[in-house]
């Protein structure tokens, strides 16, 4: 198992940027894929950006392409979502999550599902002032 602990969040104007924590405790960190996932008021919890094991792959929503980037590393347990060039629209609780894709199935063809997910921190908000 896997404990997530999100932080990093804030009050940020339009344009601004923020870098997202997350720190994981157990010794087989490098075992999961990892993912953020967002959720606004009234929405469902959506996909954000998700990186394998290795951290050779990512994959990124279309909303976010280009302005944020994740990260890894596996000798710290943490997983990282740089912010840039933010939006308002991009206000909401960000949440980290983690899959074993020995149990759970190939990354590739599950990266974006919420359900694949087992382990998820509590959140850390995120609000962008225009």
């Known amino acids: 198992q896997v404990q997530l602990v999100e932080s990093g969040g804030g009050l940020v104007q339009a344009g601004g940027s923020l870098r997202l924590a997350c720190a994981a405790s157990?010794?087989?960190?490098?075992?999961?894929?990892m993912a953020w996932f967002r959720q606004a008021p009234g929405k469902e919890r959506e996909f954000v950006a998700a990186i394998s094991r290795s951290g050779g792959i990512t994959y990124y929503a279309d909303s976010v392409m280009g302005r944020f980037t994740i990260s890894r590393d596996n000798a710290k347990n943490t997983v990282h979502l740089q912010m840039n060039t933010l939006k308002p629209e991009d206000t909401a609780v960000y949440y980290c999550?983690?899959?074993?894709?020995?149990?759970?199935?190939?990354?590739?063809?599950?990266?974006?599902?919420?359900?694949?997910?087992?382990?998820w921190g509590q959140g850390t908000q995120v609000t962008v002032s225009s």
């Open positions: 999550a983690a899959a074993d894709p020995s149990i759970k199935g190939f990354f590739g063809g599950n990266y974006y599902v919420r359900n694949w997910y087992d382990y």
């Open positions: 157990g010794r087989t960190f490098s075992s999961y894929a």
